[in-house]
């Protein structure tokens, strides 16, 4: 079982930054293989924004690439997604999900809201 808590999210001007943490817990939080942020806006599917792997491998939703970073501390089984040039479209609620073996977990999820 992994347990995912996300935190960071709130109100932010067009413009501005924030920062988003995951923190992974529970017996199986150490077999994570992939970290990944999604984001759901109201009437629209979820999708993915940015993932990073074990290895250390990054990838990015084209609509944030150069904005937004993923990284990841290994050793907190921590990922944190840091949000720059945040855009009134970026208004989402944001998902942390882990990728293990045969089984993933979501977090319950963090809004982030850009006013214009």
């Known amino acids: 079982q992994v347990q995912l808590v996300e935190s960071g999210g709130g109100l932010v001007q067009a413009g501005g930054s924030l920062r988003l943490s995951c923190a992974a817990s529970g017996r199986s939080s150490f077999s994570i293989i992939t970290m990944a942020w999604y984001r759901q806006a109201p009437g629209k599917q979820r999708e993915l924004v940015a993932a990073?792997?074990?290895?250390?491998?990054?990838n990015y939703a084209d609509s944030v690439k150069g904005r937004f970073t993923i990284s990841r501390d290994t050793a907190k089984n921590t990922v944190y997604l840091q949000m720059n040039s945040l855009k009134f479209e970026d208004t989402a609620v944001y998902y942390c999900?882990?990728?293990?073996?045969?089984?993933?977990?979501w977090g319950q999820g963090t809004q982030v809201t850009v006013s214009s």
């Open positions: 999900r882990a990728f293990l073996m045969g089984s993933d977990y």
């Open positions: 990073a792997t074990m290895g250390g491998s990054t």
